[in-house]
């Protein structure tokens, strides 16, 4: 298993986009020493810490290119269609890509583009 890292400047605003957009559960860890956030949603567990800077710096404004998160999904049709439904913006629709994967991505409140998708047959 592996867990996502997001630092954001808002977490209550970044769980608050997880919770109602993406269906996870949030679990707070606010008085920490480390202040943070666990979300899950199935076996995918995203912790979200605060970040001293004002916005979120994604892959592709970093590198060029680039997800900044990707979930290995079993039914991506009935996962886009229900984040569709719950207002998310949806940057890429489901489609299969160059290197043979069925996927579509999303644009989460801090700019990161998520993927989700399976290495076809």
Same mark, same amino acid.
């Given at each position: ?6 630092p954001t400047p808002n977490i209550e605003r970044?769980?608050? *986009? ?9 679990? #707070?860890? @606010? ?7 666990? &979300? ?30 990707? *979930? ?9 269609? #229900?984040? @569709? ?7 890429? &629709? ?28």
């Amino acid at each position: 298993m592996s867990h996502c890292v997001f630092p954001t400047p808002n977490i209550e605003r970044t769980s608050e *986009f997880y919770v109602a957009v993406m269906g996870f559960r949030a679990v #707070e860890y @606010l008085n920490a020493k480390e202040p943070h956030v666990c &979300l899950y949603r199935d076996s995918t567990e995203i912790i979200l810490t605060s970040t001293n800077k004002n916005r979120v710096h994604p892959n592709r404004e970093l590198y060029g290119y680039g997800y900044d998160a990707y *979930f290995i999904t079993g039914d991506q049709q009935a996962l886009q269609s #229900e984040f @569709l439904e719950k207002g998310a913006k949806i940057i890429r &629709l489901l489609q299969k890509t160059d290197y043979h994967n069925q996927e579509f991505a999303l644009e989460d409140i801090d700019g990161r583009w998520i993927g989700f998708g399976i290495k076809e047959e």
